[in-house]
């Protein structure tokens, strides 16, 4: 085996499920052990009594309908360039962030800890309760709403909740949702073709 093989994934040695219980671990300050961080400055503090209590899935592609460039990583940080491409141009000032981000091929950032809010909802309204920013955890997932999500991102979002869950006992199995459901009408990711059957049986896997 060459020095490289032993480097890639651990997924590729042990399969899926092994994957998915392979354990996440949010330290105290709401930031993951052993995981990429790319800290975002679009945050704040949440409202003294925000409970968290609301996972957001989210789906998202930079250029749209292209993978891969870094340029989602570059929007959360401030730092993508407007003259790179005339949707960015489009975009430019937008301040915006997610407490994490899973790329295509499952690999996985932190952006904002999850003890802090997070400018990934809008406006959005969940069970009657507004600004869902306040009191949600929003994870994107690089894709579009008319291409299903790869199989490394449905593992890592598994682990993700389910460590989640493990730190903030307040997101039950119910809070869960996608951008599409405390934004309808204006957003519609992270579209139809997300499987939440399979994302849920990954978690009790
Ligand atoms: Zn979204």
């Given at each position: 085996m060459t020095p490289d093989l032993l480097?890639?994934?651990?997924e590729i040695f042990t399969g899926l499920s092994l994957a998915v219980q392979s354990k996440l671990k949010i330290k105290h300050d709401g930031w993951l052990q052993d995981t990429d961080i790319l800290a975002s400055p679009n945050f704040e503090q949440r409202p003294?009594?925000?409970?968290?209590?609301l996972i957001v899935v989210h789906g998202i592609s930079l250029p749209p309908g292209e993978y891969g460039g870094g340029y989602i990583q570059q929007l959360f940080t401030n730092q993508?360039?407007?003259?790179?491409h005339e949707y960015f141009a489009e975009i430019e000032g937008l301040r915006v962030s997610a407490h994490c981000l899973i790329e295509r091929n499952g690999h996985l950032v932190q952006f904002v800890s999850f003890n802090d809010r997070a400018w990934?909802?809008?406006a959005s309204c969940w069970q009657g309760r507004d600004n869902c920013n306040d009191f949600s955890i929003g994870i994107e997932l690089e894709g579009c709403d008319d291409e299903g999500y790869t199989d490394a991102q449905y593992q890592q979002l598994a682990r993700l909740v389910i460590s989640l869950r493990k730190q903030y006992p307040?997101?039950?199995?119910?809070a869960l949702c996608g951008h599409s459901d405390i934004a309808p009408g204006r957003k519609t990711d992270p579209?139809?073709?997300?499987d939440w059957n399979r994302l849920n049986t990954l978690i009790h896997s």
């Open positions: 480097h890639k994934p651990i003294d009594n925000a409970e968290i209590d993508l360039d407007p003259r790179e990934h909802a809008g307040a997101l039950t199995e119910q579209g139809p073709c997300f």
